[in-house]
């Protein structure tokens, strides 16, 4: 049996949580049913659950991603208002 080749995703391609798809669902960009709003967001709330496992992967297994993505998500990226 022969090897599959695997296509290189172009970077620009990659995501974070979000789907294009559901980053329009979410705010209320696209025209959909509430029921189907409500299963989006229930998907992007087992996204978040499994958030604590990939951190896990990567405290334990890199020196500075845990760290990174705690960064990112803790940030909550407002200035201070002096």
Same mark, same amino acid.
């Given at each position: 049996?022969?090897?599959? %080749?695997?296509?290189?995703?172009?970077?620009?391609? @990659? !995501?974070? $949580?979000?789907?294009? &798809?559901? /980053?329009?669902?979410?705010?209320? %960009?696209a025209?959909?049913s509430?029921?189907?709003? @409500? !299963?989006? $967001?229930?998907?992007? &709330?087992? /996204?978040?659950?499994?958030?604590? %496992?990939?951190?896990?992967?990567?405290?334990?297994?890199?020196?500075?991603?845990?760290?990174?993505?705690?960064?990112?998500?803790?940030?909550?990226?407002?200035?201070?208002?002096?």
């Amino acid at each position: 049996m022969g090897t599959a %080749e695997q296509r290189a995703m172009p970077e620009k391609d @990659y !995501r974070a $949580i979000l789907t294009d &798809r559901e /980053k329009e669902i979410i705010r209320g %960009e696209a025209d959909v049913s509430d029921k189907y709003y @409500y !299963r989006v $967001i229930t998907r992007v &709330r087992q /996204k978040i659950e499994q958030l604590e %496992e990939d951190l896990q992967v990567l405290d334990d297994n890199h020196d500075s991603l845990g760290d990174e993505m705690r960064e990112v998500v803790c940030d909550d990226g407002q200035e201070s208002e002096d």
